[in-house]
Every structure is written in C-alpha cells, then in structure tokens.
C-alpha cells in the first residue's frame, strides 16, 4: 500500500501495482485530497488512510484503476464494496457501488487527478 506524495503517471503506478493485469484499487480522501493505492481490498486503503492521516470515513470513496485502457474516463471506475455504506451516510439508503452523488464523484475525480496524470 502506498499513500501518493507526489505526481504519478501510468509508468510510475504499474511498478508499484502487485496485480499482474494493471488492474490497481485505490481509495480518494476527498476532503485530505489524499489517493492511497495498491491493496487486495478496498477496506484496506480505507483503514491504512484513516490510521496514517487521521482520514474520516465518509470522505473516503474506494476506486479502481484499469491502466491497460489508454484516456482517464476508461481507465478509472468507481466501483467498490464502501462506497455502499458512504452512499447510505450521504442520503442514498440503497447505497451503490459507484458514488451516487454527482458533486462527490466530480470532487472525487478532481483529486484523484491531482495526483495520478494519464
């Protein structure tokens, strides 16, 4: 697992990612503007991101990246087991796996640009 401290470009994120297919999970604090990837489990980011950077559950939204796609719209998904319960605490009582919430994905996508740059 690695929280982001600087730029990363494509190159940088498949040297760090363990999955074979460049297939890489992160989680985005959207409020810290933090991105932490590279974990079997969403949770796990989630977890390492609030016990590192004291990072609060509801700004934390759980993504996938897919680095074999070559423009940003094919390449990050939101898709992820704790985007449910944070869709609940934002007023979505069915939850999702995506973010339901069109501001928190824009927000959400802001930073993940910030530091992953395709």
Known sequence: ?????H????????EINTFQNGFVKGVV???E??????????YQLADYLKEKCESKE???WG???WLENDNFEDILEYDSLINIHNNQIHGFPRGGMSILDSNIEQRATEVIKKWIQI
């Open 58 to 60: 509801e700004n934390l």
């Open 29 to 31: 604090d959207i409020e």
């Open 1 to 5: 697992m690695i929280i982001l401290e």
């Open 7 to 14: 730029v990363y470009n494509k190159d940088d994120i498949l």
């Open 33 to 42: 503007e933090l991105v932490a990837l590279d974990a079997d489990m969403h």
């Open 63 to 65: 993504f996938n990246l």
